[in-house]
């Protein structure tokens, strides 16, 4: 398993020290940095901005909104940004939610397999530089009655395959990723319950023939974005990423359509995310945050001593997570920092780093 580091997203005047806390992964050897995009910042800019300043370390788009960018865009920037790092940029696809993609792009968010699906074959064609047709239900390209052409990305990337990755929750999209990805983004993970979302990818790449014949996740990446909160006493660690969790949980989507309320759920916490989306689209954001569950937030996150993070490395990598990507969470730069370092030792300690 190798580490990684979620930068989430830019422009909340923390901008300097995301940038160092990349700087220092860098040094130390982490695998990926990835940044983050909603209807803020946005995550190009800010990839291309940290890539200028390491020089190992990947950048990853966690995500690139797919209704934000047409694909052949989405595939002229990969190229554009996997050439200015050196071949380092790593595609990560998303399809937002609801009120992002209609309330802000104007995009309706209908259909997400089959759209997903055909962006990601537009997008594969291009970096591949091959000639860019489709007719499909959601894009065709060119357009038909028109004076379009079928065209050809004109730039050449540094790699022949750029890695593609995408964010899925529901147990289709995770068959849809397994199928045509390269990777997947994963949040909320819990090692314990990860045949939840496992064993739906790998069906689909045993089913495509993807991967090796013995082990069809070889050559997949799974990569878990975890927050890690390091203190003496486990629910005083958890205290700070409350917050965290009840905004997803609670309201990152709508009553009626809630991604992650619906994993919460499939996890066994029914009845706590009921309670935590009640009060969140009630704007009692602090009691939403007080009603999210200790053994939610643990199962999902590293928090406590970091001996006892140390261990929980392990359950990680043997519930088949190969990259661990870590958002530190401490008071200031400098703990945040050393949380870096320290995940780099306990890693080490674990024995099951890559």
Do not use: C
């Amino acid at each position: 398993m190798r580490l990684g580091l979620n930068l989430g997203y830019w422009g909340a005047g923390n901008d300097a020290d995301n940038l160092a806390l990349a700087v220092e992964a860098d040094r130390l050897g982490y695998s990926v940095a990835w940044a983050a995009e909603a209807y803020g910042s946005d995550a190009v800019t800010v990839l291309a901005w940290v890539a200028a300043r390491t020089q190992r370390i990947d950048v990853g788009a966690g995500v690139m909104q797919i209704p934000a960018r047409t694909p052949a865009m989405a595939a002229m920037t990969a190229a554009t940004l996997d050439s200015l790092s050196g071949g380092r940029f790593r595609l990560g696809l998303g399809v937002s939610g609801p009120q992002v993609s209609e309330g802000w792009h104007g995009v309706r968010f209908d259909k997400p397999l089959g759209r997903t699906r055909e962006y990601v074959e537009i997008v594969r064609k291009a970096l591949r530089r091959q000639t860019v047709e489709l007719d499909g239900e959601h894009y065709r390209l060119p357009l038909p009655g028109g004076q379009g052409k079928a065209l050809r990305l004109t730039v050449h990337p540094v790699r022949p395959e750029i890695p593609l990755y995408l964010a899925a929750v529901g147990p289709k999209n995770l068959a849809l990723t397994g199928e045509i990805a390269d990777g997947w983004l994963a949040i909320f993970f819990a090692p314990e319950h990860a045949a939840l979302s496992l064993d739906p990818i790998r069906a689909a790449r045993a089913a495509s023939g993807r991967g090796a014949p013995e082990d069809p996740m070889a050559g997949f990446d799974v990569n878990a974005s975890v927050p890690v909160s390091v203190a003496a006493d486990v629910a005083a660690a958890a205290d700070p990423l409350r917050a965290y969790a009840a905004l997803y949980v609670g309201g990152m989507g709508s009553r009626e359509q809630n991604f992650y309320n619906a994993l919460a759920r499939r996890m066994g916490f029914d009845e706590a995310a009921q309670r935590v989306q009640d009060l969140y689209l009630d704007r009692k954001h602090r009691e939403a945050a007080a009603a999210v569950p200790l053994g939610s937030i643990d199962g999902t996150s590293l928090i406590g001593p970091i001996e006892r993070i140390r261990d929980r490395l392990v359950a990680y990598a043997e519930a088949g997570v190969t990259t661990l990507s870590i958002t530190p969470t401490a008071p200031d730069l400098a703990s945040r920092l050393q949380v870096l370092r320290d995940l780099v030792d306990a890693l080490e300690a674990s024995g099951v780093g890559a």
